[in-house]
């Protein structure tokens, strides 16, 4: 196993104008799985109740997804959530959102979980994605998400996760959508946004511990992931800015989990290669097309049955979509 | 002269986070010419009053435009806009259009000017830009500019400029923005609604006249290229569809004439360059590196004051912006 994961996994409701799906498997730690599994092998870390399906388990396993960490709890319901989207594929209504065994979910890693080296802590209450981070070994690299709902009601966790106080235990790259970046940023413009949440991340932190002293450490900055939907993504990285399209897609039928499977994508293609910023880019594009198939049909259906040639085509499309000579 | 350029004239009083001006030279025709001037020798046909300072007049013919075709109207008031934008630049607010001798405006070309193989009919009424297609002569490129007041209450003239029944004298691609896109195609996704107005460039066509039979005559599809202001440019041609990001501006001044700018440097780019689809997308570039320029400070001031080693500089950061290696 390469990359944990850590999130929500639910039973979705789901309207919008190409049909409607009732309890499919979601949740953003599910289609994080799916999509990093096309790369890699990921560990998925959540809480699911006796009625989540069995097959569905077998689903994950069957794409090589370590399911040790999908803790089941008798006698409780699996994580529900209802939704219906505006024809413009954008608004969404929440019909309901049922929490069940999620409210009370308090990650543990075993001990095998604890020692892989990439991470990904995705959306959820930013004080287990702190519990997490302390309890994995000596990470490679850790990615975080967030969302609006922790930026307005749970600043004060997010900002301790941000803040990287702990040389080995830190956030390498946090990802979220444009709003949210406004909001965390506290600026209209994505650039000033995006530099006040890097300064966020800034500690005066002491070297690791078994270096023996105490004296300032620099780390590289804070990487800040923008997805902005149909706009594509922005990353405000220490080698400067990168921006990547997203494919036109005339014929979205479900954009449920689409930035969760950006991010399972984009971790899972980083996966066992350097952490350079050439790879990030390529790992960007990577996200941009597994989102771009997450949202073509409903639920995981579509990245279930996605094979690594669908995957190389739609970066060639990526590609040629951003291809310009000299001038 | 390479480039015919035909549009407002106006004096803008403008309001933002950064400061306000009152009656400093705009237009679209304007922005359109000074973008332009940096690659080209543009002519602008355009109707000023009495009160247009023969400063601002000096200053076009300064960066090499031709102001033959500028109509002074004795007795007359220049158009007027005033305008304040809400902090994150995007929202604004009309406080006042005073037309004055915008309102009669019949622009007539002097015979060089229609002769001139580029046009760029730049945000006016469509039976305008009708009048001034059809006094053009053999022209090599035409590009028009839309807006959603035009959609709205003027479609069937604008219908009717984007038909191209006209085999010498039509529309090559249409400018616009994304809300208006939408509008205008019909369609909440850009891709669905770029697909739906380029149908209605496809007109049966007759061979030109000289050639004295009346067969169909397949073109180019109309080209599309929508403005999404900070998230960039997407243009769909017959080649493909082409994304390119705008630079992340954390200080933008003043909004006004951003897209008039990006047309302009766009066609000054291309003017005496060959339309293939590469050069294009470098044109393309050309006028979101302008248009970054022109929100820099307010109305043209940040455009009058351009070398062409600020152009170089600002596209090589958007070129670095977009690259990739290969995956």
New interface residues.
């Given amino acids: 196993m390469s990359l944990l994961i850590v999130g929500s996994v639910a039973l979705d409701s789901i309207e919008s104008h190409a049909g409607r799906v009732k309890d499919v498997v979601g949740g953003s730690a599910v289609y994080a799985s799916y999509a990093a599994s096309l790369f890699t092998r990921p560990a998925i870390v959540g809480v699911v109740g006796d009625d989540f399906p069995q097959t569905e388990v077998t689903s994950l396993k069957r794409k090589g997804i370590d399911t040790q960490g999908l803790e089941r709890v008798p006698g409780g319901k699996t994580f529900r959530w209802g939704g219906r989207y505006a024809?413009?594929?954008?608004q969404r209504e929440t019909l309901f959102t049922e929490l069940n065994v999620f409210e009370t979910f308090q990650p543990t890693l075993s001990p095998s979980y604890r020692s892989i080296r990439d991470v990904f802590l995705a959306n959820i209450d930013p004080d287990l994605q702190l519990d997490v981070l302390r309890q994995v070994r000596n990470p490679r690299l850790v990615v975080c998400d967030t969302m609006n709902l922790w930026i307005d009601t749970k600043r004060p966790s997010l900002l301790k996760l941000l803040k990287r106080t702990d040389p080995v235990r830190k956030i390498d790259a946090l990802l979220l959508n444009d709003e949210e970046a406004r909001m965390l940023g506290d600026?209209?413009?994505?650039?000033?946004a995006?530099?006040s949440i890097a300064r966020l991340g800034v500690s005066r932190r002491t070297a690791p511990a078994r270096r023996g002293d105490a004296r300032l450490h620099r780390t590289e900055p804070l990487r800040i992931i923008i997805k902005?939907g149909?706009?594509?993504c922005?990353m405000f990285g220490p080698e400067?800015?990168?921006?990547?399209?997203a494919l036109?897609?005339?014929?979205?039928k479900d954009p449920t989990g689409a930035g969760d499977t950006f991010a399972g994508g984009m971790l899972g293609w980083l996966a066992g290669r350097a952490l350079t910023p050439?790879n990030w880019?390529?790992a960007i594009?990577?996200g941009t097309a597994m989102a771009s198939f997450c949202v073509e049909d409903f639920g995981v259906k579509r990245l279930r049955g996605l094979e690594r040639e669908d995957f190389r085509k739609r970066?060639d499309e990526l590609?040629?979509?951003?291809?310009?000579?000299k001038?």
Same sequence: chains 1, 2.
């Fill in positions: 024809e413009d594929m954008i600026a209209a413009s994505l650039a000033a995006a530099r902005k149909e706009h594509g922005m400067g800015v990168f921006a990547a399209p036109p897609l005339a014929k979205a050439a880019r390529r594009l990577a970066v590609r040629a979509m951003m291809a310009v000579g001038m």
